[in-house]
Structures are given as C-alpha cells and as structure tokens.
C-alpha cells in the first residue's frame, strides 16, 4: 500500500535542470508539497533512498539531503532500521483550492470575512493607470526643468557624509535638522512662525490627512468637505468611514455657514484655502477667520491643506489659517510633491502644541520613521537655498506658460471652451458648453493623447457646468500648440 | 479715540534690523497680529502713511507696502479720501492664549477632544530616545560592514537612469521590478513560490501590521499575540483598540491550543514564527499547520513576520507558514531593515490573492505610493545578486559573532547571567538568577554605555525568571569583551 502510494509519488516528481533551483530543493518542495497536499498522508513509508535516486536520477547523496531536511522540519520521521515515513504529527489537512488569480477584493459572498475597513477599502475605486507623461496632466511639476545634478549632489553627499551614524529607525518626528529647514521656510516665505518641534514630517501629505482623520475623528463623524473637491481624499476619508458633509464652494472659497447653522456636530473642517483643488478659488480672510470661530466653538480641528500656496503669479498670498489661529485648532499639512516632485514622498505637518506627541506616537506606532536618505538631502537642499530659488525659478517658468496657454487656447479653443486661469498654482478649468458630456469629452482626450480630468467627477453635487481640469505648469513650449490643438479637435468633433 | 489705539500700536511695533526677515514683513506680520489679537478692532483708523513712516523710522515706500498688502488680504480697508482703516468684516476675535510648550498629548480635562484613536495614541508610551549606536542594540544589522559604495553606486544608477520617468506618484503597489525581484528571492531563498502581483510593497514591514490590522480586524476584535512579545507591534495594536488576547509561548512556539479552545472568535494570529521575539523559540511544524487549520476553520488571518528567517547558522529553516497555506489564510510580512538597514524603509506583504486590490487600495488611499529611489535602487541590488550575496556574508559574519560573543559571555559572565543562544537571528538572552530587577539592571547597564532590554517588559504574564535581551551582531570584535565585562560589573555590582 505505502509502496503503491510512493511509487505514485515518484512518477509525479518532475525536475527541471534548466532551472536556477538546486536539484535537492526541486525534489523537497515537491515531496513537501505532497505531504501537505494530503497525497501522502502520515505514517506512508517512503522507499529507500537508493531506490529513490535510481528513479529520481539525481545521486543518491541528493536523495539524503532531501529526507534529512524534511525530517529537520518535522514532515518526514526516520525510525532507524526500518525507514522513512511521513510524519504522523501533521493534522490530516482537506486540499483546499488556493484562489489562482488576483482579485480585486470586491465584497460580496465570495469575498473573505474582513474588517469593515477592509470591506470599504476592498470596494474603494482606485485607479492605477500611471498618468506621469500624459500632457496637461494637473499638478504636474515641469520636471524637464528639475535640477537633476543639483539634487543629487545632495543626496550623495548626505550618504556619505551619514550612513554610518543614521542607518537606524531615526526620529519619528523626522529629521530634526529638516524640520528646523522647513520652520525657517515657513517663516520666511509663509510669515508663519513655528517651533521646529511643532512639525512632524510624514511620507507626503496625503500621509498626514490620513494620521489627522484617524486621531481628531470617530467613525461615522461628520467631516466638512469641499464640494467639488479633490478625488483621493474624499475616497480616503470615505474609505476610512468618516461621514462627508459636502460644502458647496463660491468666489470666496468654502461656503461653509449654511452647513455650520444646522449643528451638525461635525469634527473636522478639510480645506484648500490657499488655492481649492479643482475650482482653484482662494478662501477669503473672512472665510478664514469665521471657520476658526466655528472650528473653536465647537472644538472642532481645521485640517488646513496649503496646497499650491507656492505658486502665485499676482498679489501675495493670503496668510495661512494656522498663521492667524490664536487658539490651536489647526493642523497644517504641506507637501514636497508640487514644489519638487512627488516620487520624493515628503510632506509635514505643522501642529498645535497639544497635539504634537499624539502624532508623534502616531507615526511612530504606524510607520516607525520616515525613511532618513531623502529626508537628510532635502534638509541640506533647503538649507543651502536650492529650495528657495528652484521655487523662484519655477514661478518665473510657470508664469510664462500660464501666459502662453492662454494665448495658445484663446486660439486653438474659441467657441469650444472658456478657460478659468486662477492666480496661483498649477492647473485651468477649460469651462464646456452646457450639455456637454465632460467624462465622455476627457475619455477622448485621453485617446487622442492629452490628459483631461472632467470636472463632474470631483462634485457630489452636479456641477452648473461641464469642464475639463487641465495642468499649464508640466506642458513644455513646444508641446502647447499641438496638445491645444488636439483637445480641440476633440471638443469640435464629439457630438 | 482711533489715534489712541493706533498710537499704542506704533510704540508696540519693534523693527529687528538684524533679522533676515524684511523690514515691510516684520512691520505687516505684527501689524495683522495686533488686529488678529483684536487690539487693533474693526474700523479703527490708521496713522496716514506719512506719519506711520516717521514713528517707524523706515521709508513712506515700505509702509505704503505694508497697508496694501493687508488690504488686499483683507484685514485693512482703503477708502480713498477718508485713510486707511482696520476692515469691519473681521469678527471680534477673543484672544485666546495659545499653548506655548509642546505637550505629550495625555488624555485628561485640559487635553482637547480627539477621537478615541487619539485619545489612545497621545496616551501611548512610546519611547524616542536614539540608540543607533549602543553596545548590543538588539536587531542591529553590522553597519560596519554594509557595503556602502556598492549600494549608493545603485542608488546613483537608478538615480542617472530613472529621474525622468519616475517623478510621479508611482505605482502603490510598489515598483515591479522590485515585486518581482522579491518574488524571485523568496522563490530561490525561502522555497516560497509568489505571484509578484501578490506582493504589496510597504514603507518598512511595520507599516505592513497597520495596514494588515486595520484591514482585517474591527476595534474590539481580539487578536492573538505571543506573550512576550515584540513591543512595539503590541503598542501598535493596543492603540488601534484590537484586543490583545495573549498566549504564551513554549519550546515549540505559540501555544495556542487552550487559548484557541476557548472560542474567543479571535480574528487575527500575530506570530513570528522563524524566530520569535524576543524568545528566540521556532514554531514547529505541527504548530504552523494546526495554526492554519484553525484559521481556516474560524474564517481568521494569520499575520506572519518572518522576522530574522535570513540568519539561521545550524539547519535550515522551517518553511514558511504561508509557503504551506493552502487556503489563502496568510499574510506574510518581509523586511529589509535586518538585512539591510532600518533607515531604508522598505518591507513588503505576500497576501493571499483575495486581498491584494484590497491591500493596494489601501497603500494608495493612505499613502498615495512608496518612495520610489530606494525601491529602484533595492530592485537592482537584489537582480544583480548583491543582496543574496551580502546575505551570505553576514550570515558568515554573524555566526562567528555569535561563536565569540558565546566564548566571551562564558568568561565574563560565570555566576552572573547564562545565555540563552538561539539557533538563528541576531539576538541572545543573558537570563538572571531569580529575583534580580532586570528594568534596574538594564538601566544601569545604560549608564555603563552598554544597551540591554529588560525581558521583563516585554510580558504581559510575568517571566518565569528575569532576562536580559543583547543583540551580538551589530558588536565589532574590538567591542565584545570590555561591553561584556562592563555588562558583568554592572550585574555583579548592583544589589
């Protein structure tokens, strides 16, 4: 019977001598496989190791090697004079089909018991497409323009300088000569005075709302969100079950009163007030001012996201909420990603006092520490200034191609759309004719090969108009003309 | 009545001509801070220009500077003919006293409102002293012997090769080749064949059990966990409310069967099967397979961190939990920071197929993606062979490590302490004579310049006997025998 069962075995022992795998591995995981599979089952004696080489047609050595490692990990027993034999400690195990391909995650019947996080991340639509090279892509930095040889001086000369004395876990908090760059820069280009310890750095700036909405709120809390509003945080806070209370935005920015008056008891305010991502208003002084009044009545938390505060090519900009809170109700979240780019993985947050060491603790229980390399070069890159001018450098560019798309799409788009061109940051609504359909509009301009994000997706409510969200700033002169021109003819020639 | 204020405004602007901040900066920062402050109120009329810029002693130019930038940011109103005025849309401000000191964040009447997440966290202990370069720092890699040319020549190439293409978001997943280099790895190295669409590659194998917790068990849930065991993962999942249901651990791992039998409805086995830390134990098989029949049978997840399975020096080690898994129950959690460096950042996940869109989702909600350089770099390092290769020579390293540290704790430590040497990892346990206050010992050894955990602070059961953890391959020769000697004088000198 055990023999039968064995020489069943051996015919299904298939070695492959192309392979990179040493014989005696191939020849174990199967054998392993067998037993765990249950076509082996505990106590079958296996044939002598003679015979087994004879037939495998490896030497005989191999074959020892074999059954030694197995009985070594408890698969195989050797019972000196009589043999070796299967293991009879291994719980009789049912062949259980593995799923063979990978699948989305999806809820449903299938689907494996998870926890109500994963059921909302598992359904959560996320798209992977890598977009980096698609023309007008939004909040693309012109990186044709990036100081590769600069940044990378710094980043030698911070490994050679460092490795040895930073290879560990480092501080959670981050890099504490970055820190002190950053609060430098804060005070100088943002007139925010801040204690380097009030900052604690985060792996992007998407990092740092998810730590904010996990630590200031409950789930199923209510969350002011503007509406439209950026796509990957409301699918975030969504994901993670927090309650979205849309706020509709006007020319001042997040119109927040109305929503406020009905006592919602809503814990946490997310804006953009610098410039709001897509419609690109700027939140006024008044705005301001009142949603820290509803945010300290409340004792409630302004998750304050300075997005693209870097780039204004008239008038400065409005000073931070945090710059003007007096009472320690905002957490500030600024990010590298604009400013440099975003594969770098650098944010921070700038925190009331109270709430420095729960975030602390939070990266430090979650993540550890932010890895040092990029943290170390970073540090000195601002430092010495480079942060400074490529940011002054990138202004004067951005600010020329903001001028040249506007000429260029007055041209190429008269009669097919009407660009709104903010004063700040990185991106143009090209506003379409009512009725038109922007997601259909956007999947053909895909195809013709200029990226297009159809404003109707950021809404939870419709928007009065269709418009495409297209990006000026990554968009090299000789690429604008052509790229206009193909959205053009797709805007001309869709129903 | 308006001169009054504004008079007592003027002696309180004081000019630094020292700093590097702008005179027209320092002037309108305390200038919009008074009116924050509400000492300066609504339609209080300024000094004309003129005046202001004699008090001031600067030019009438950057006093003309200063008021037109408050007005445009709204907090002064120009009405021509009649001055410059403090605007009356802002609403009366009740100065309120901003914590000046950074505080832990403890929970309490003072602290604010925050969620019960982070109430959790700000009440965490968590420790943030450096200990990079202390005397038998457990888990400390030979940083002496990292080969620091050869890896930042791959940091460089990716560097030279990649910047271009590779600026974005990246895929969050993780970066292919390197999924695939993993895969390719743990095929040849850990007999664990993968899909590499199966593995997720995450910021450091901690962020892996967050993820992996909040994905796969709700608050409240119970979660096994070894007791003793590792520290900060238990943090961790304390502060993310899972309920640690502790299990002991003997010769052959977890013991689960008792805990198991009393059918908690646990959701989720946290072990570390290669290695157990801090014990040392290896799981046995029959443990490994029992552990999936019970998964399986309760719809739970096993969470393996195939902690230190790279340096075993007697045997081979026992495969995988998941290599075995044949019903999809398994989440393995890899590391680069024991065979490479902390500071790298980089783990990664092999999930059961089933959860991979869930998990990537995840990555990508929650961190957008991971730093792609060190990934670049990684992927080459192992493809080329460098990685197995280094592998190698410190498991060759630290075996004689491990031979000279046992040679030397036997001379040193007779009658003082008896070590526990396990078979593979990087860690040895110094158990003390009955009674002995392993907390005071470590500490004092601290003083003495030489690390030692307390084993006793990794229970939640008391140890049967007081222990000391050292790590013995970060140790030079040159260091071993006065840290060891040091080490026995504090044992032998201390009540």
Redesign the interface.
């Known amino acids: 019977m055990a023999k039968r069962k064995s020489g069943a075995l051996l015919t299904r022992i298939v070695i492959d001598r192309s392979s990179?795998?040493p014989l005696f591995?191939q020849i174990?995981?199967q054998l392993?496989g067998a037993i765990?599979?249950g076509s082996l089952s505990g106590g079958t004696r296996l044939p002598a190791s003679r015979a087994l080489s004879v037939e495998l047609g490896v030497s005989r050595q191999t074959v020892v090697q074999v059954l030694e490692?197995l009985a070594?990990?408890?698969?195989l027993e050797m019972r000196r004079g009589s043999g070796t034999f299967v293991?009879t400690?291994?719980?009789q195990?049912v062949?259980?089909r593995?799923?063979?391909?990978?699948?989305?995650?999806?809820p449903g019947n299938a689907?494996?018991?998870?926890?109500?996080?994963?059921s909302r991340?598992?359904a959560?639509e996320?798209d992977?497409v890598?977009?980096?090279?698609r023309l007008f892509l939004p909040n693309?930095?012109a990186?044709?323009q990036?100081p590769?040889a600069l940044w990378?001086k710094y980043?030698?000369r911070q490994?050679?300088q460092a490795?040895?004395?930073?290879?560990?876990?480092?501080?959670?908090?981050g890099h504490a000569p970055l820190r002190q760059a950053i609060a430098d820069y804060l005070?100088?280009h943002r007139?925010d005075a801040c204690?380097p310890?009030?900052i604690v750095i985060t792996?992007?700036g998407?990092?740092a709302f998810?730590v904010a909405a996990?630590?200031?709120?409950?789930p199923g809390?209510g969350l002011l969100f503007e509406d439209p509003g950026p796509l990957?945080a409301r699918?975030?806070f969504e994901?993670l079950g927090r309650k979205l209370v849309h706020v509709p935005i006007d020319d001042e920015g997040m119109d927040f009163e109305a929503t406020v008056a009905r006592g919602g008891g809503e814990?946490l305010a997310f804006v953009m007030p610098s410039r709001q991502h897509p419609l690109g208003r700027t939140m006024?002084?008044?705005r301001r001012?009142?949603l820290l009044?509803w945010a300290?009545a409340n004792?409630a938390w302004i998750l304050e996201d300075d997005y693209d505060s870097e780039f204004r090519y008239t008038?400065?900009p409005?000073?931070s909420i945090r710059s003007?809170?007096?009472?320690?109700r905002v957490i500030y979240v600024g990010t590298f990603?604009k400013a440099l780019?975003?594969?770098?993985?650098l944010g921070y947050l700038v925190l009331?006092?109270?709430?420095?060491?729960?975030?602390?603790?939070?990266i430090?229980?979650?993540?550890?520490?932010?890895?040092?390399?990029?943290q170390m070069a970073l540090a000195g890159f601002i430092a010495d200034g480079h942060f400074a001018s490529h940011l002054r450098r990138m202004r004067e560019l951005y600010a020329e191609r903001r001028q040249a798309f506007l000429v260029a799409a007055a041209r190429s788009g008269a009669g097919l759309f009407e660009v709104d061109m903010p004063d700040s940051g990185m991106n143009v609504i090209a506003w379409l004719q009512e009725g038109r359909n922007d997601r259909d509009l956007a999947q053909r301009a895909v195809e013709a090969g200029v990226h297009a994000y159809p404003l109707g997706e950021y809404g939870a409510q419709p928007l009065p108009r269709p418009g495409l969200l297209l990006g000026f700033t990554g968009v090299a002169p000789h690429q604008l003309g052509p790229g206009l021109e193909a959205l053009a003819r797709v805007l001309a020639c869709t129903g």
Chains 1, 2 share one sequence.
């Open positions: 990179r795998a591995r174990e995981d392993r765990l599979a490692s070594a990990e408890g698969f293991a400690t291994i719980p195990h062949p259980q593995v799923p063979s391909t990978v699948a989305p995650g999806m689907a494996p018991r998870v926890s109500l996080l994963g991340f598992g959560a996320v992977f890598s977009r980096e090279n693309s930095p990186y044709d990036f590769f990378q980043v030698n490994a050679r490795y040895r004395g930073n290879m560990g876990y480092g501080d959670p908090a005070a100088l007139s204690d310890d009030q792996p992007g998407h990092a998810m996990l630590m200031l709120t409950d809390d990957i699918n975030l994901s814990r006024s002084l008044a001012l009142r009044d300290n004792e008038g400065r409005l000073p003007i809170d007096r009472s320690g990603s780019f975003p594969a770098l993985r009331p006092p109270a709430l420095v060491g729960m975030f602390r603790n939070a430090a229980l979650m993540l550890r520490s932010v890895p040092l390399a990029a």
